[in-house]
């Protein structure tokens, strides 16, 4: 089998695992918009981009840091990397969740629980299930590293599903079938009266609590050879390595989701936890190009590293950005012309349809954006590979504060439009930035123009059909389907060496 079949198979399997746990995921937003107002769902925004921050914070780099020194160390020693991986998520783990419980209230009244005796009560609570959640999360991520790294992406998926529907039936649990049993039955009165709070955005948080404990639990295994064993040499040098990575995962995290972590500081009060509500739930609907990023970054980072000495890598490299290019080209023209019916996952009541729809002028923008993310995580593979981590710092914390600057200028002007728009112009120059140096550092053969054009060509049909057909589901879907046919005739003999044997 060619490595880039292999790829393709791997990112197939992962890629599965991850759609279906990100399509069920996505399956719950309808739930939530009927469940809850914009202007509470506009909290749980604002609190899951806290989260995607301290989770970047917590795995310290160790994914990127374990597949790298697995392959600086000889096989004898690669339970050694292991150990020393698992064991600094340990320590930070353990220091975390001291600090957030030593500072529980300041934490709670800074995130807005400020305004009344019962917001505060709320917010404490949130506090504390959240640490909970984040530590459980970063423990997973080095077995979680071993399983690809092994090539189980099977169990790997597994797992991640077992995550994602236990997480379902909790929420479904307290969200629907609690409140039915209630009114039903003296047994379950019993049960809930001390604790249950019906139609409480902590239900769900609850329910992600126990997703992630469970997910721990099935990680066991991959747990179970662990040592308590510390190699000063192997440790001091693989912080080295994952420290540059932490700073720059942070401002990445800072470039993606910095925007929902300001806005109530910027638009504050009702208002604001409205208008993020909308922000937060349109998003939601750029998932499925999103998801597909996420999927070929799992499938891909072993890939890199163990391919990185073949005498052809960088040549694979290159081929492999054109048809990341392309796939997410595809998926950003497709979802762009069935808005017509997605649109309808975030309804929400009668009440409330207009206010979540008010929003949907973004997503061909927000899609642009994961495309520019898609480009700069395939971009990354130069610093790594030539252990220049410090790179991604440097490139990240370009884009962080350009983010910054451009929030404090734009939302509180534009809104989540502002928001939007900063990612953007921060995404634009880090893709810039990294293909600069990654070509001075790593040289890749990329194929610019091609991939240029395949961009442009993209985004001009997605907002063609968003802005001027109205995405108008025959139209379309008829311009779509016209576009893949283009891709199709002029990618038939490339596309079909991929798929021979020889190690193209």
């Keep these: 089998m060619s490595a880039l079949r292999k790829l393709l198979s791997d990112t197939m399997i992962y890629g599965l695992s991850t759609i279906v746990a990100r399509v069920l995921n996505f399956l719950l937003t309808p739930l939530f918009v009927a469940k809850f107002s914009a202007q509470v769902y506009g909290i749980f925004t604002h ?14 780099g160790m994914e990127t840091t374990y597949f790298r020194y697995l392959q600086r160390v ?20 353990a220091l975390f969740l001291l600090t957030m419980f030593a500072f529980t209230e300041p934490i709670a009244i800074w995130l807005g629980g400020s305004e009344s005796v019962a917001k505060t009560q709320d917010y404490l609570f949130y506090v504390k299930v959240f640490s909970g959640i984040l530590v459980a999360d970063a423990l997973a991520v080095v077995p979680f590293a071993r399983l690809r790294s092994d090539g189980r992406p099977i169990r790997y998926g597994v797992i991640k599903l077992v995550n994602i529907l236990v997480q379902i039936f909790c929420i479904l649990f307290l969200l629907y079938l609690l409140p039915a049993l209630i009114e039903k039955s003296i047994f379950w009165q019993n049960f809930a009266h001390s604790w249950y709070n019906e139609g409480w955005l902590g239900n ?29 040499r192997l440790l001091w040098s693989m912080l080295n390595y994952s420290f540059p990575i932490l700073i720059a995962n942070i401002s990445f995290i800072i470039n993606e989701h910095l925007d929902k972590m300001m806005f109530l500081k910027l638009v504050p009060g009702v208002e604001g936890e409205r208008e993020l509500g909308v922000y937060g739930a349109v998003a939601k609907i750029a998932v499925f190009l999103n998801l597909f990023v996420t999927a070929f970054r799992l499938g891909v980072e072993p890939f890199f590293f ?4 073949n005498e052809n890598a960088r040549k694979t490299y290159a081929l492999i950005m054109d048809y990341f290019i392309i796939a997410m080209v595809v998926v950003m023209i497709g979802v762009s012309a069935n808005m017509e ?7 929400g009541t009668a009440e409330q349809k207009e206010i979540y729809w008010s929003g949907l002028f973004i997503i061909p923008v927000l899609l642009f954006n994961n495309i520019l993310l898609g480009i700069y995580m395939n971009l990354s593979v130069w610093y790594k590979l030539s252990d220049q981590t410090r790179y991604a710092l440097y490139i990240s914390g370009i884009g962080a504060v350009i983010t910054i600057i451009l929030n404090f200028i734009f939302i509180p002007e534009y809104s989540y439009l502002g928001a939007a728009l900063s990612t953007t112009v921060a995404y634009a120059c880090m893709v810039f930035i990294s293909f600069f140096w990654g070509q001075k550092n790593y040289p890749i053969p990329y194929h610019r123009m091609k991939n240029i054009l395949y961009v442009f060509s993209g985004t001009v049909f997605s907002f063609f059909i968003f802005y001027v057909l109205d995405s108008d589901f025959w139209w379309s879907n008829l311009l779509f389907l016209f576009f893949i046919v283009i891709v199709i005739f002029l990618e038939k003999n490339v596309a079909l060496k991929v798929f021979r044997k020889s190690d193209f």
């Design 341 to 347: 019916w997605l649109k309808h996952f975030i309804r």
């Design 47 to 60: 609190l899951y981009a806290y989260t995607a921050m301290l989770n970047a914070v917590l795995a310290f």
């Design 204 to 232: 769900v948080f609850i329910a992600n609590f126990i997703a992630s404990i469970a997910t721990l639990f099935f990680l066991i295994p991959q747990l179970r050879n662990f040592r308590w064993r510390v190699d000063k």
């Design 74 to 93: 000889d096989k004898k020693d690669q339970d050694r990397v292991f150990d020393t991986s698992f064991l600094i998520t340990v320590v930070t783990s």
């Design 306 to 309: 163990s391919y990185a000495k």
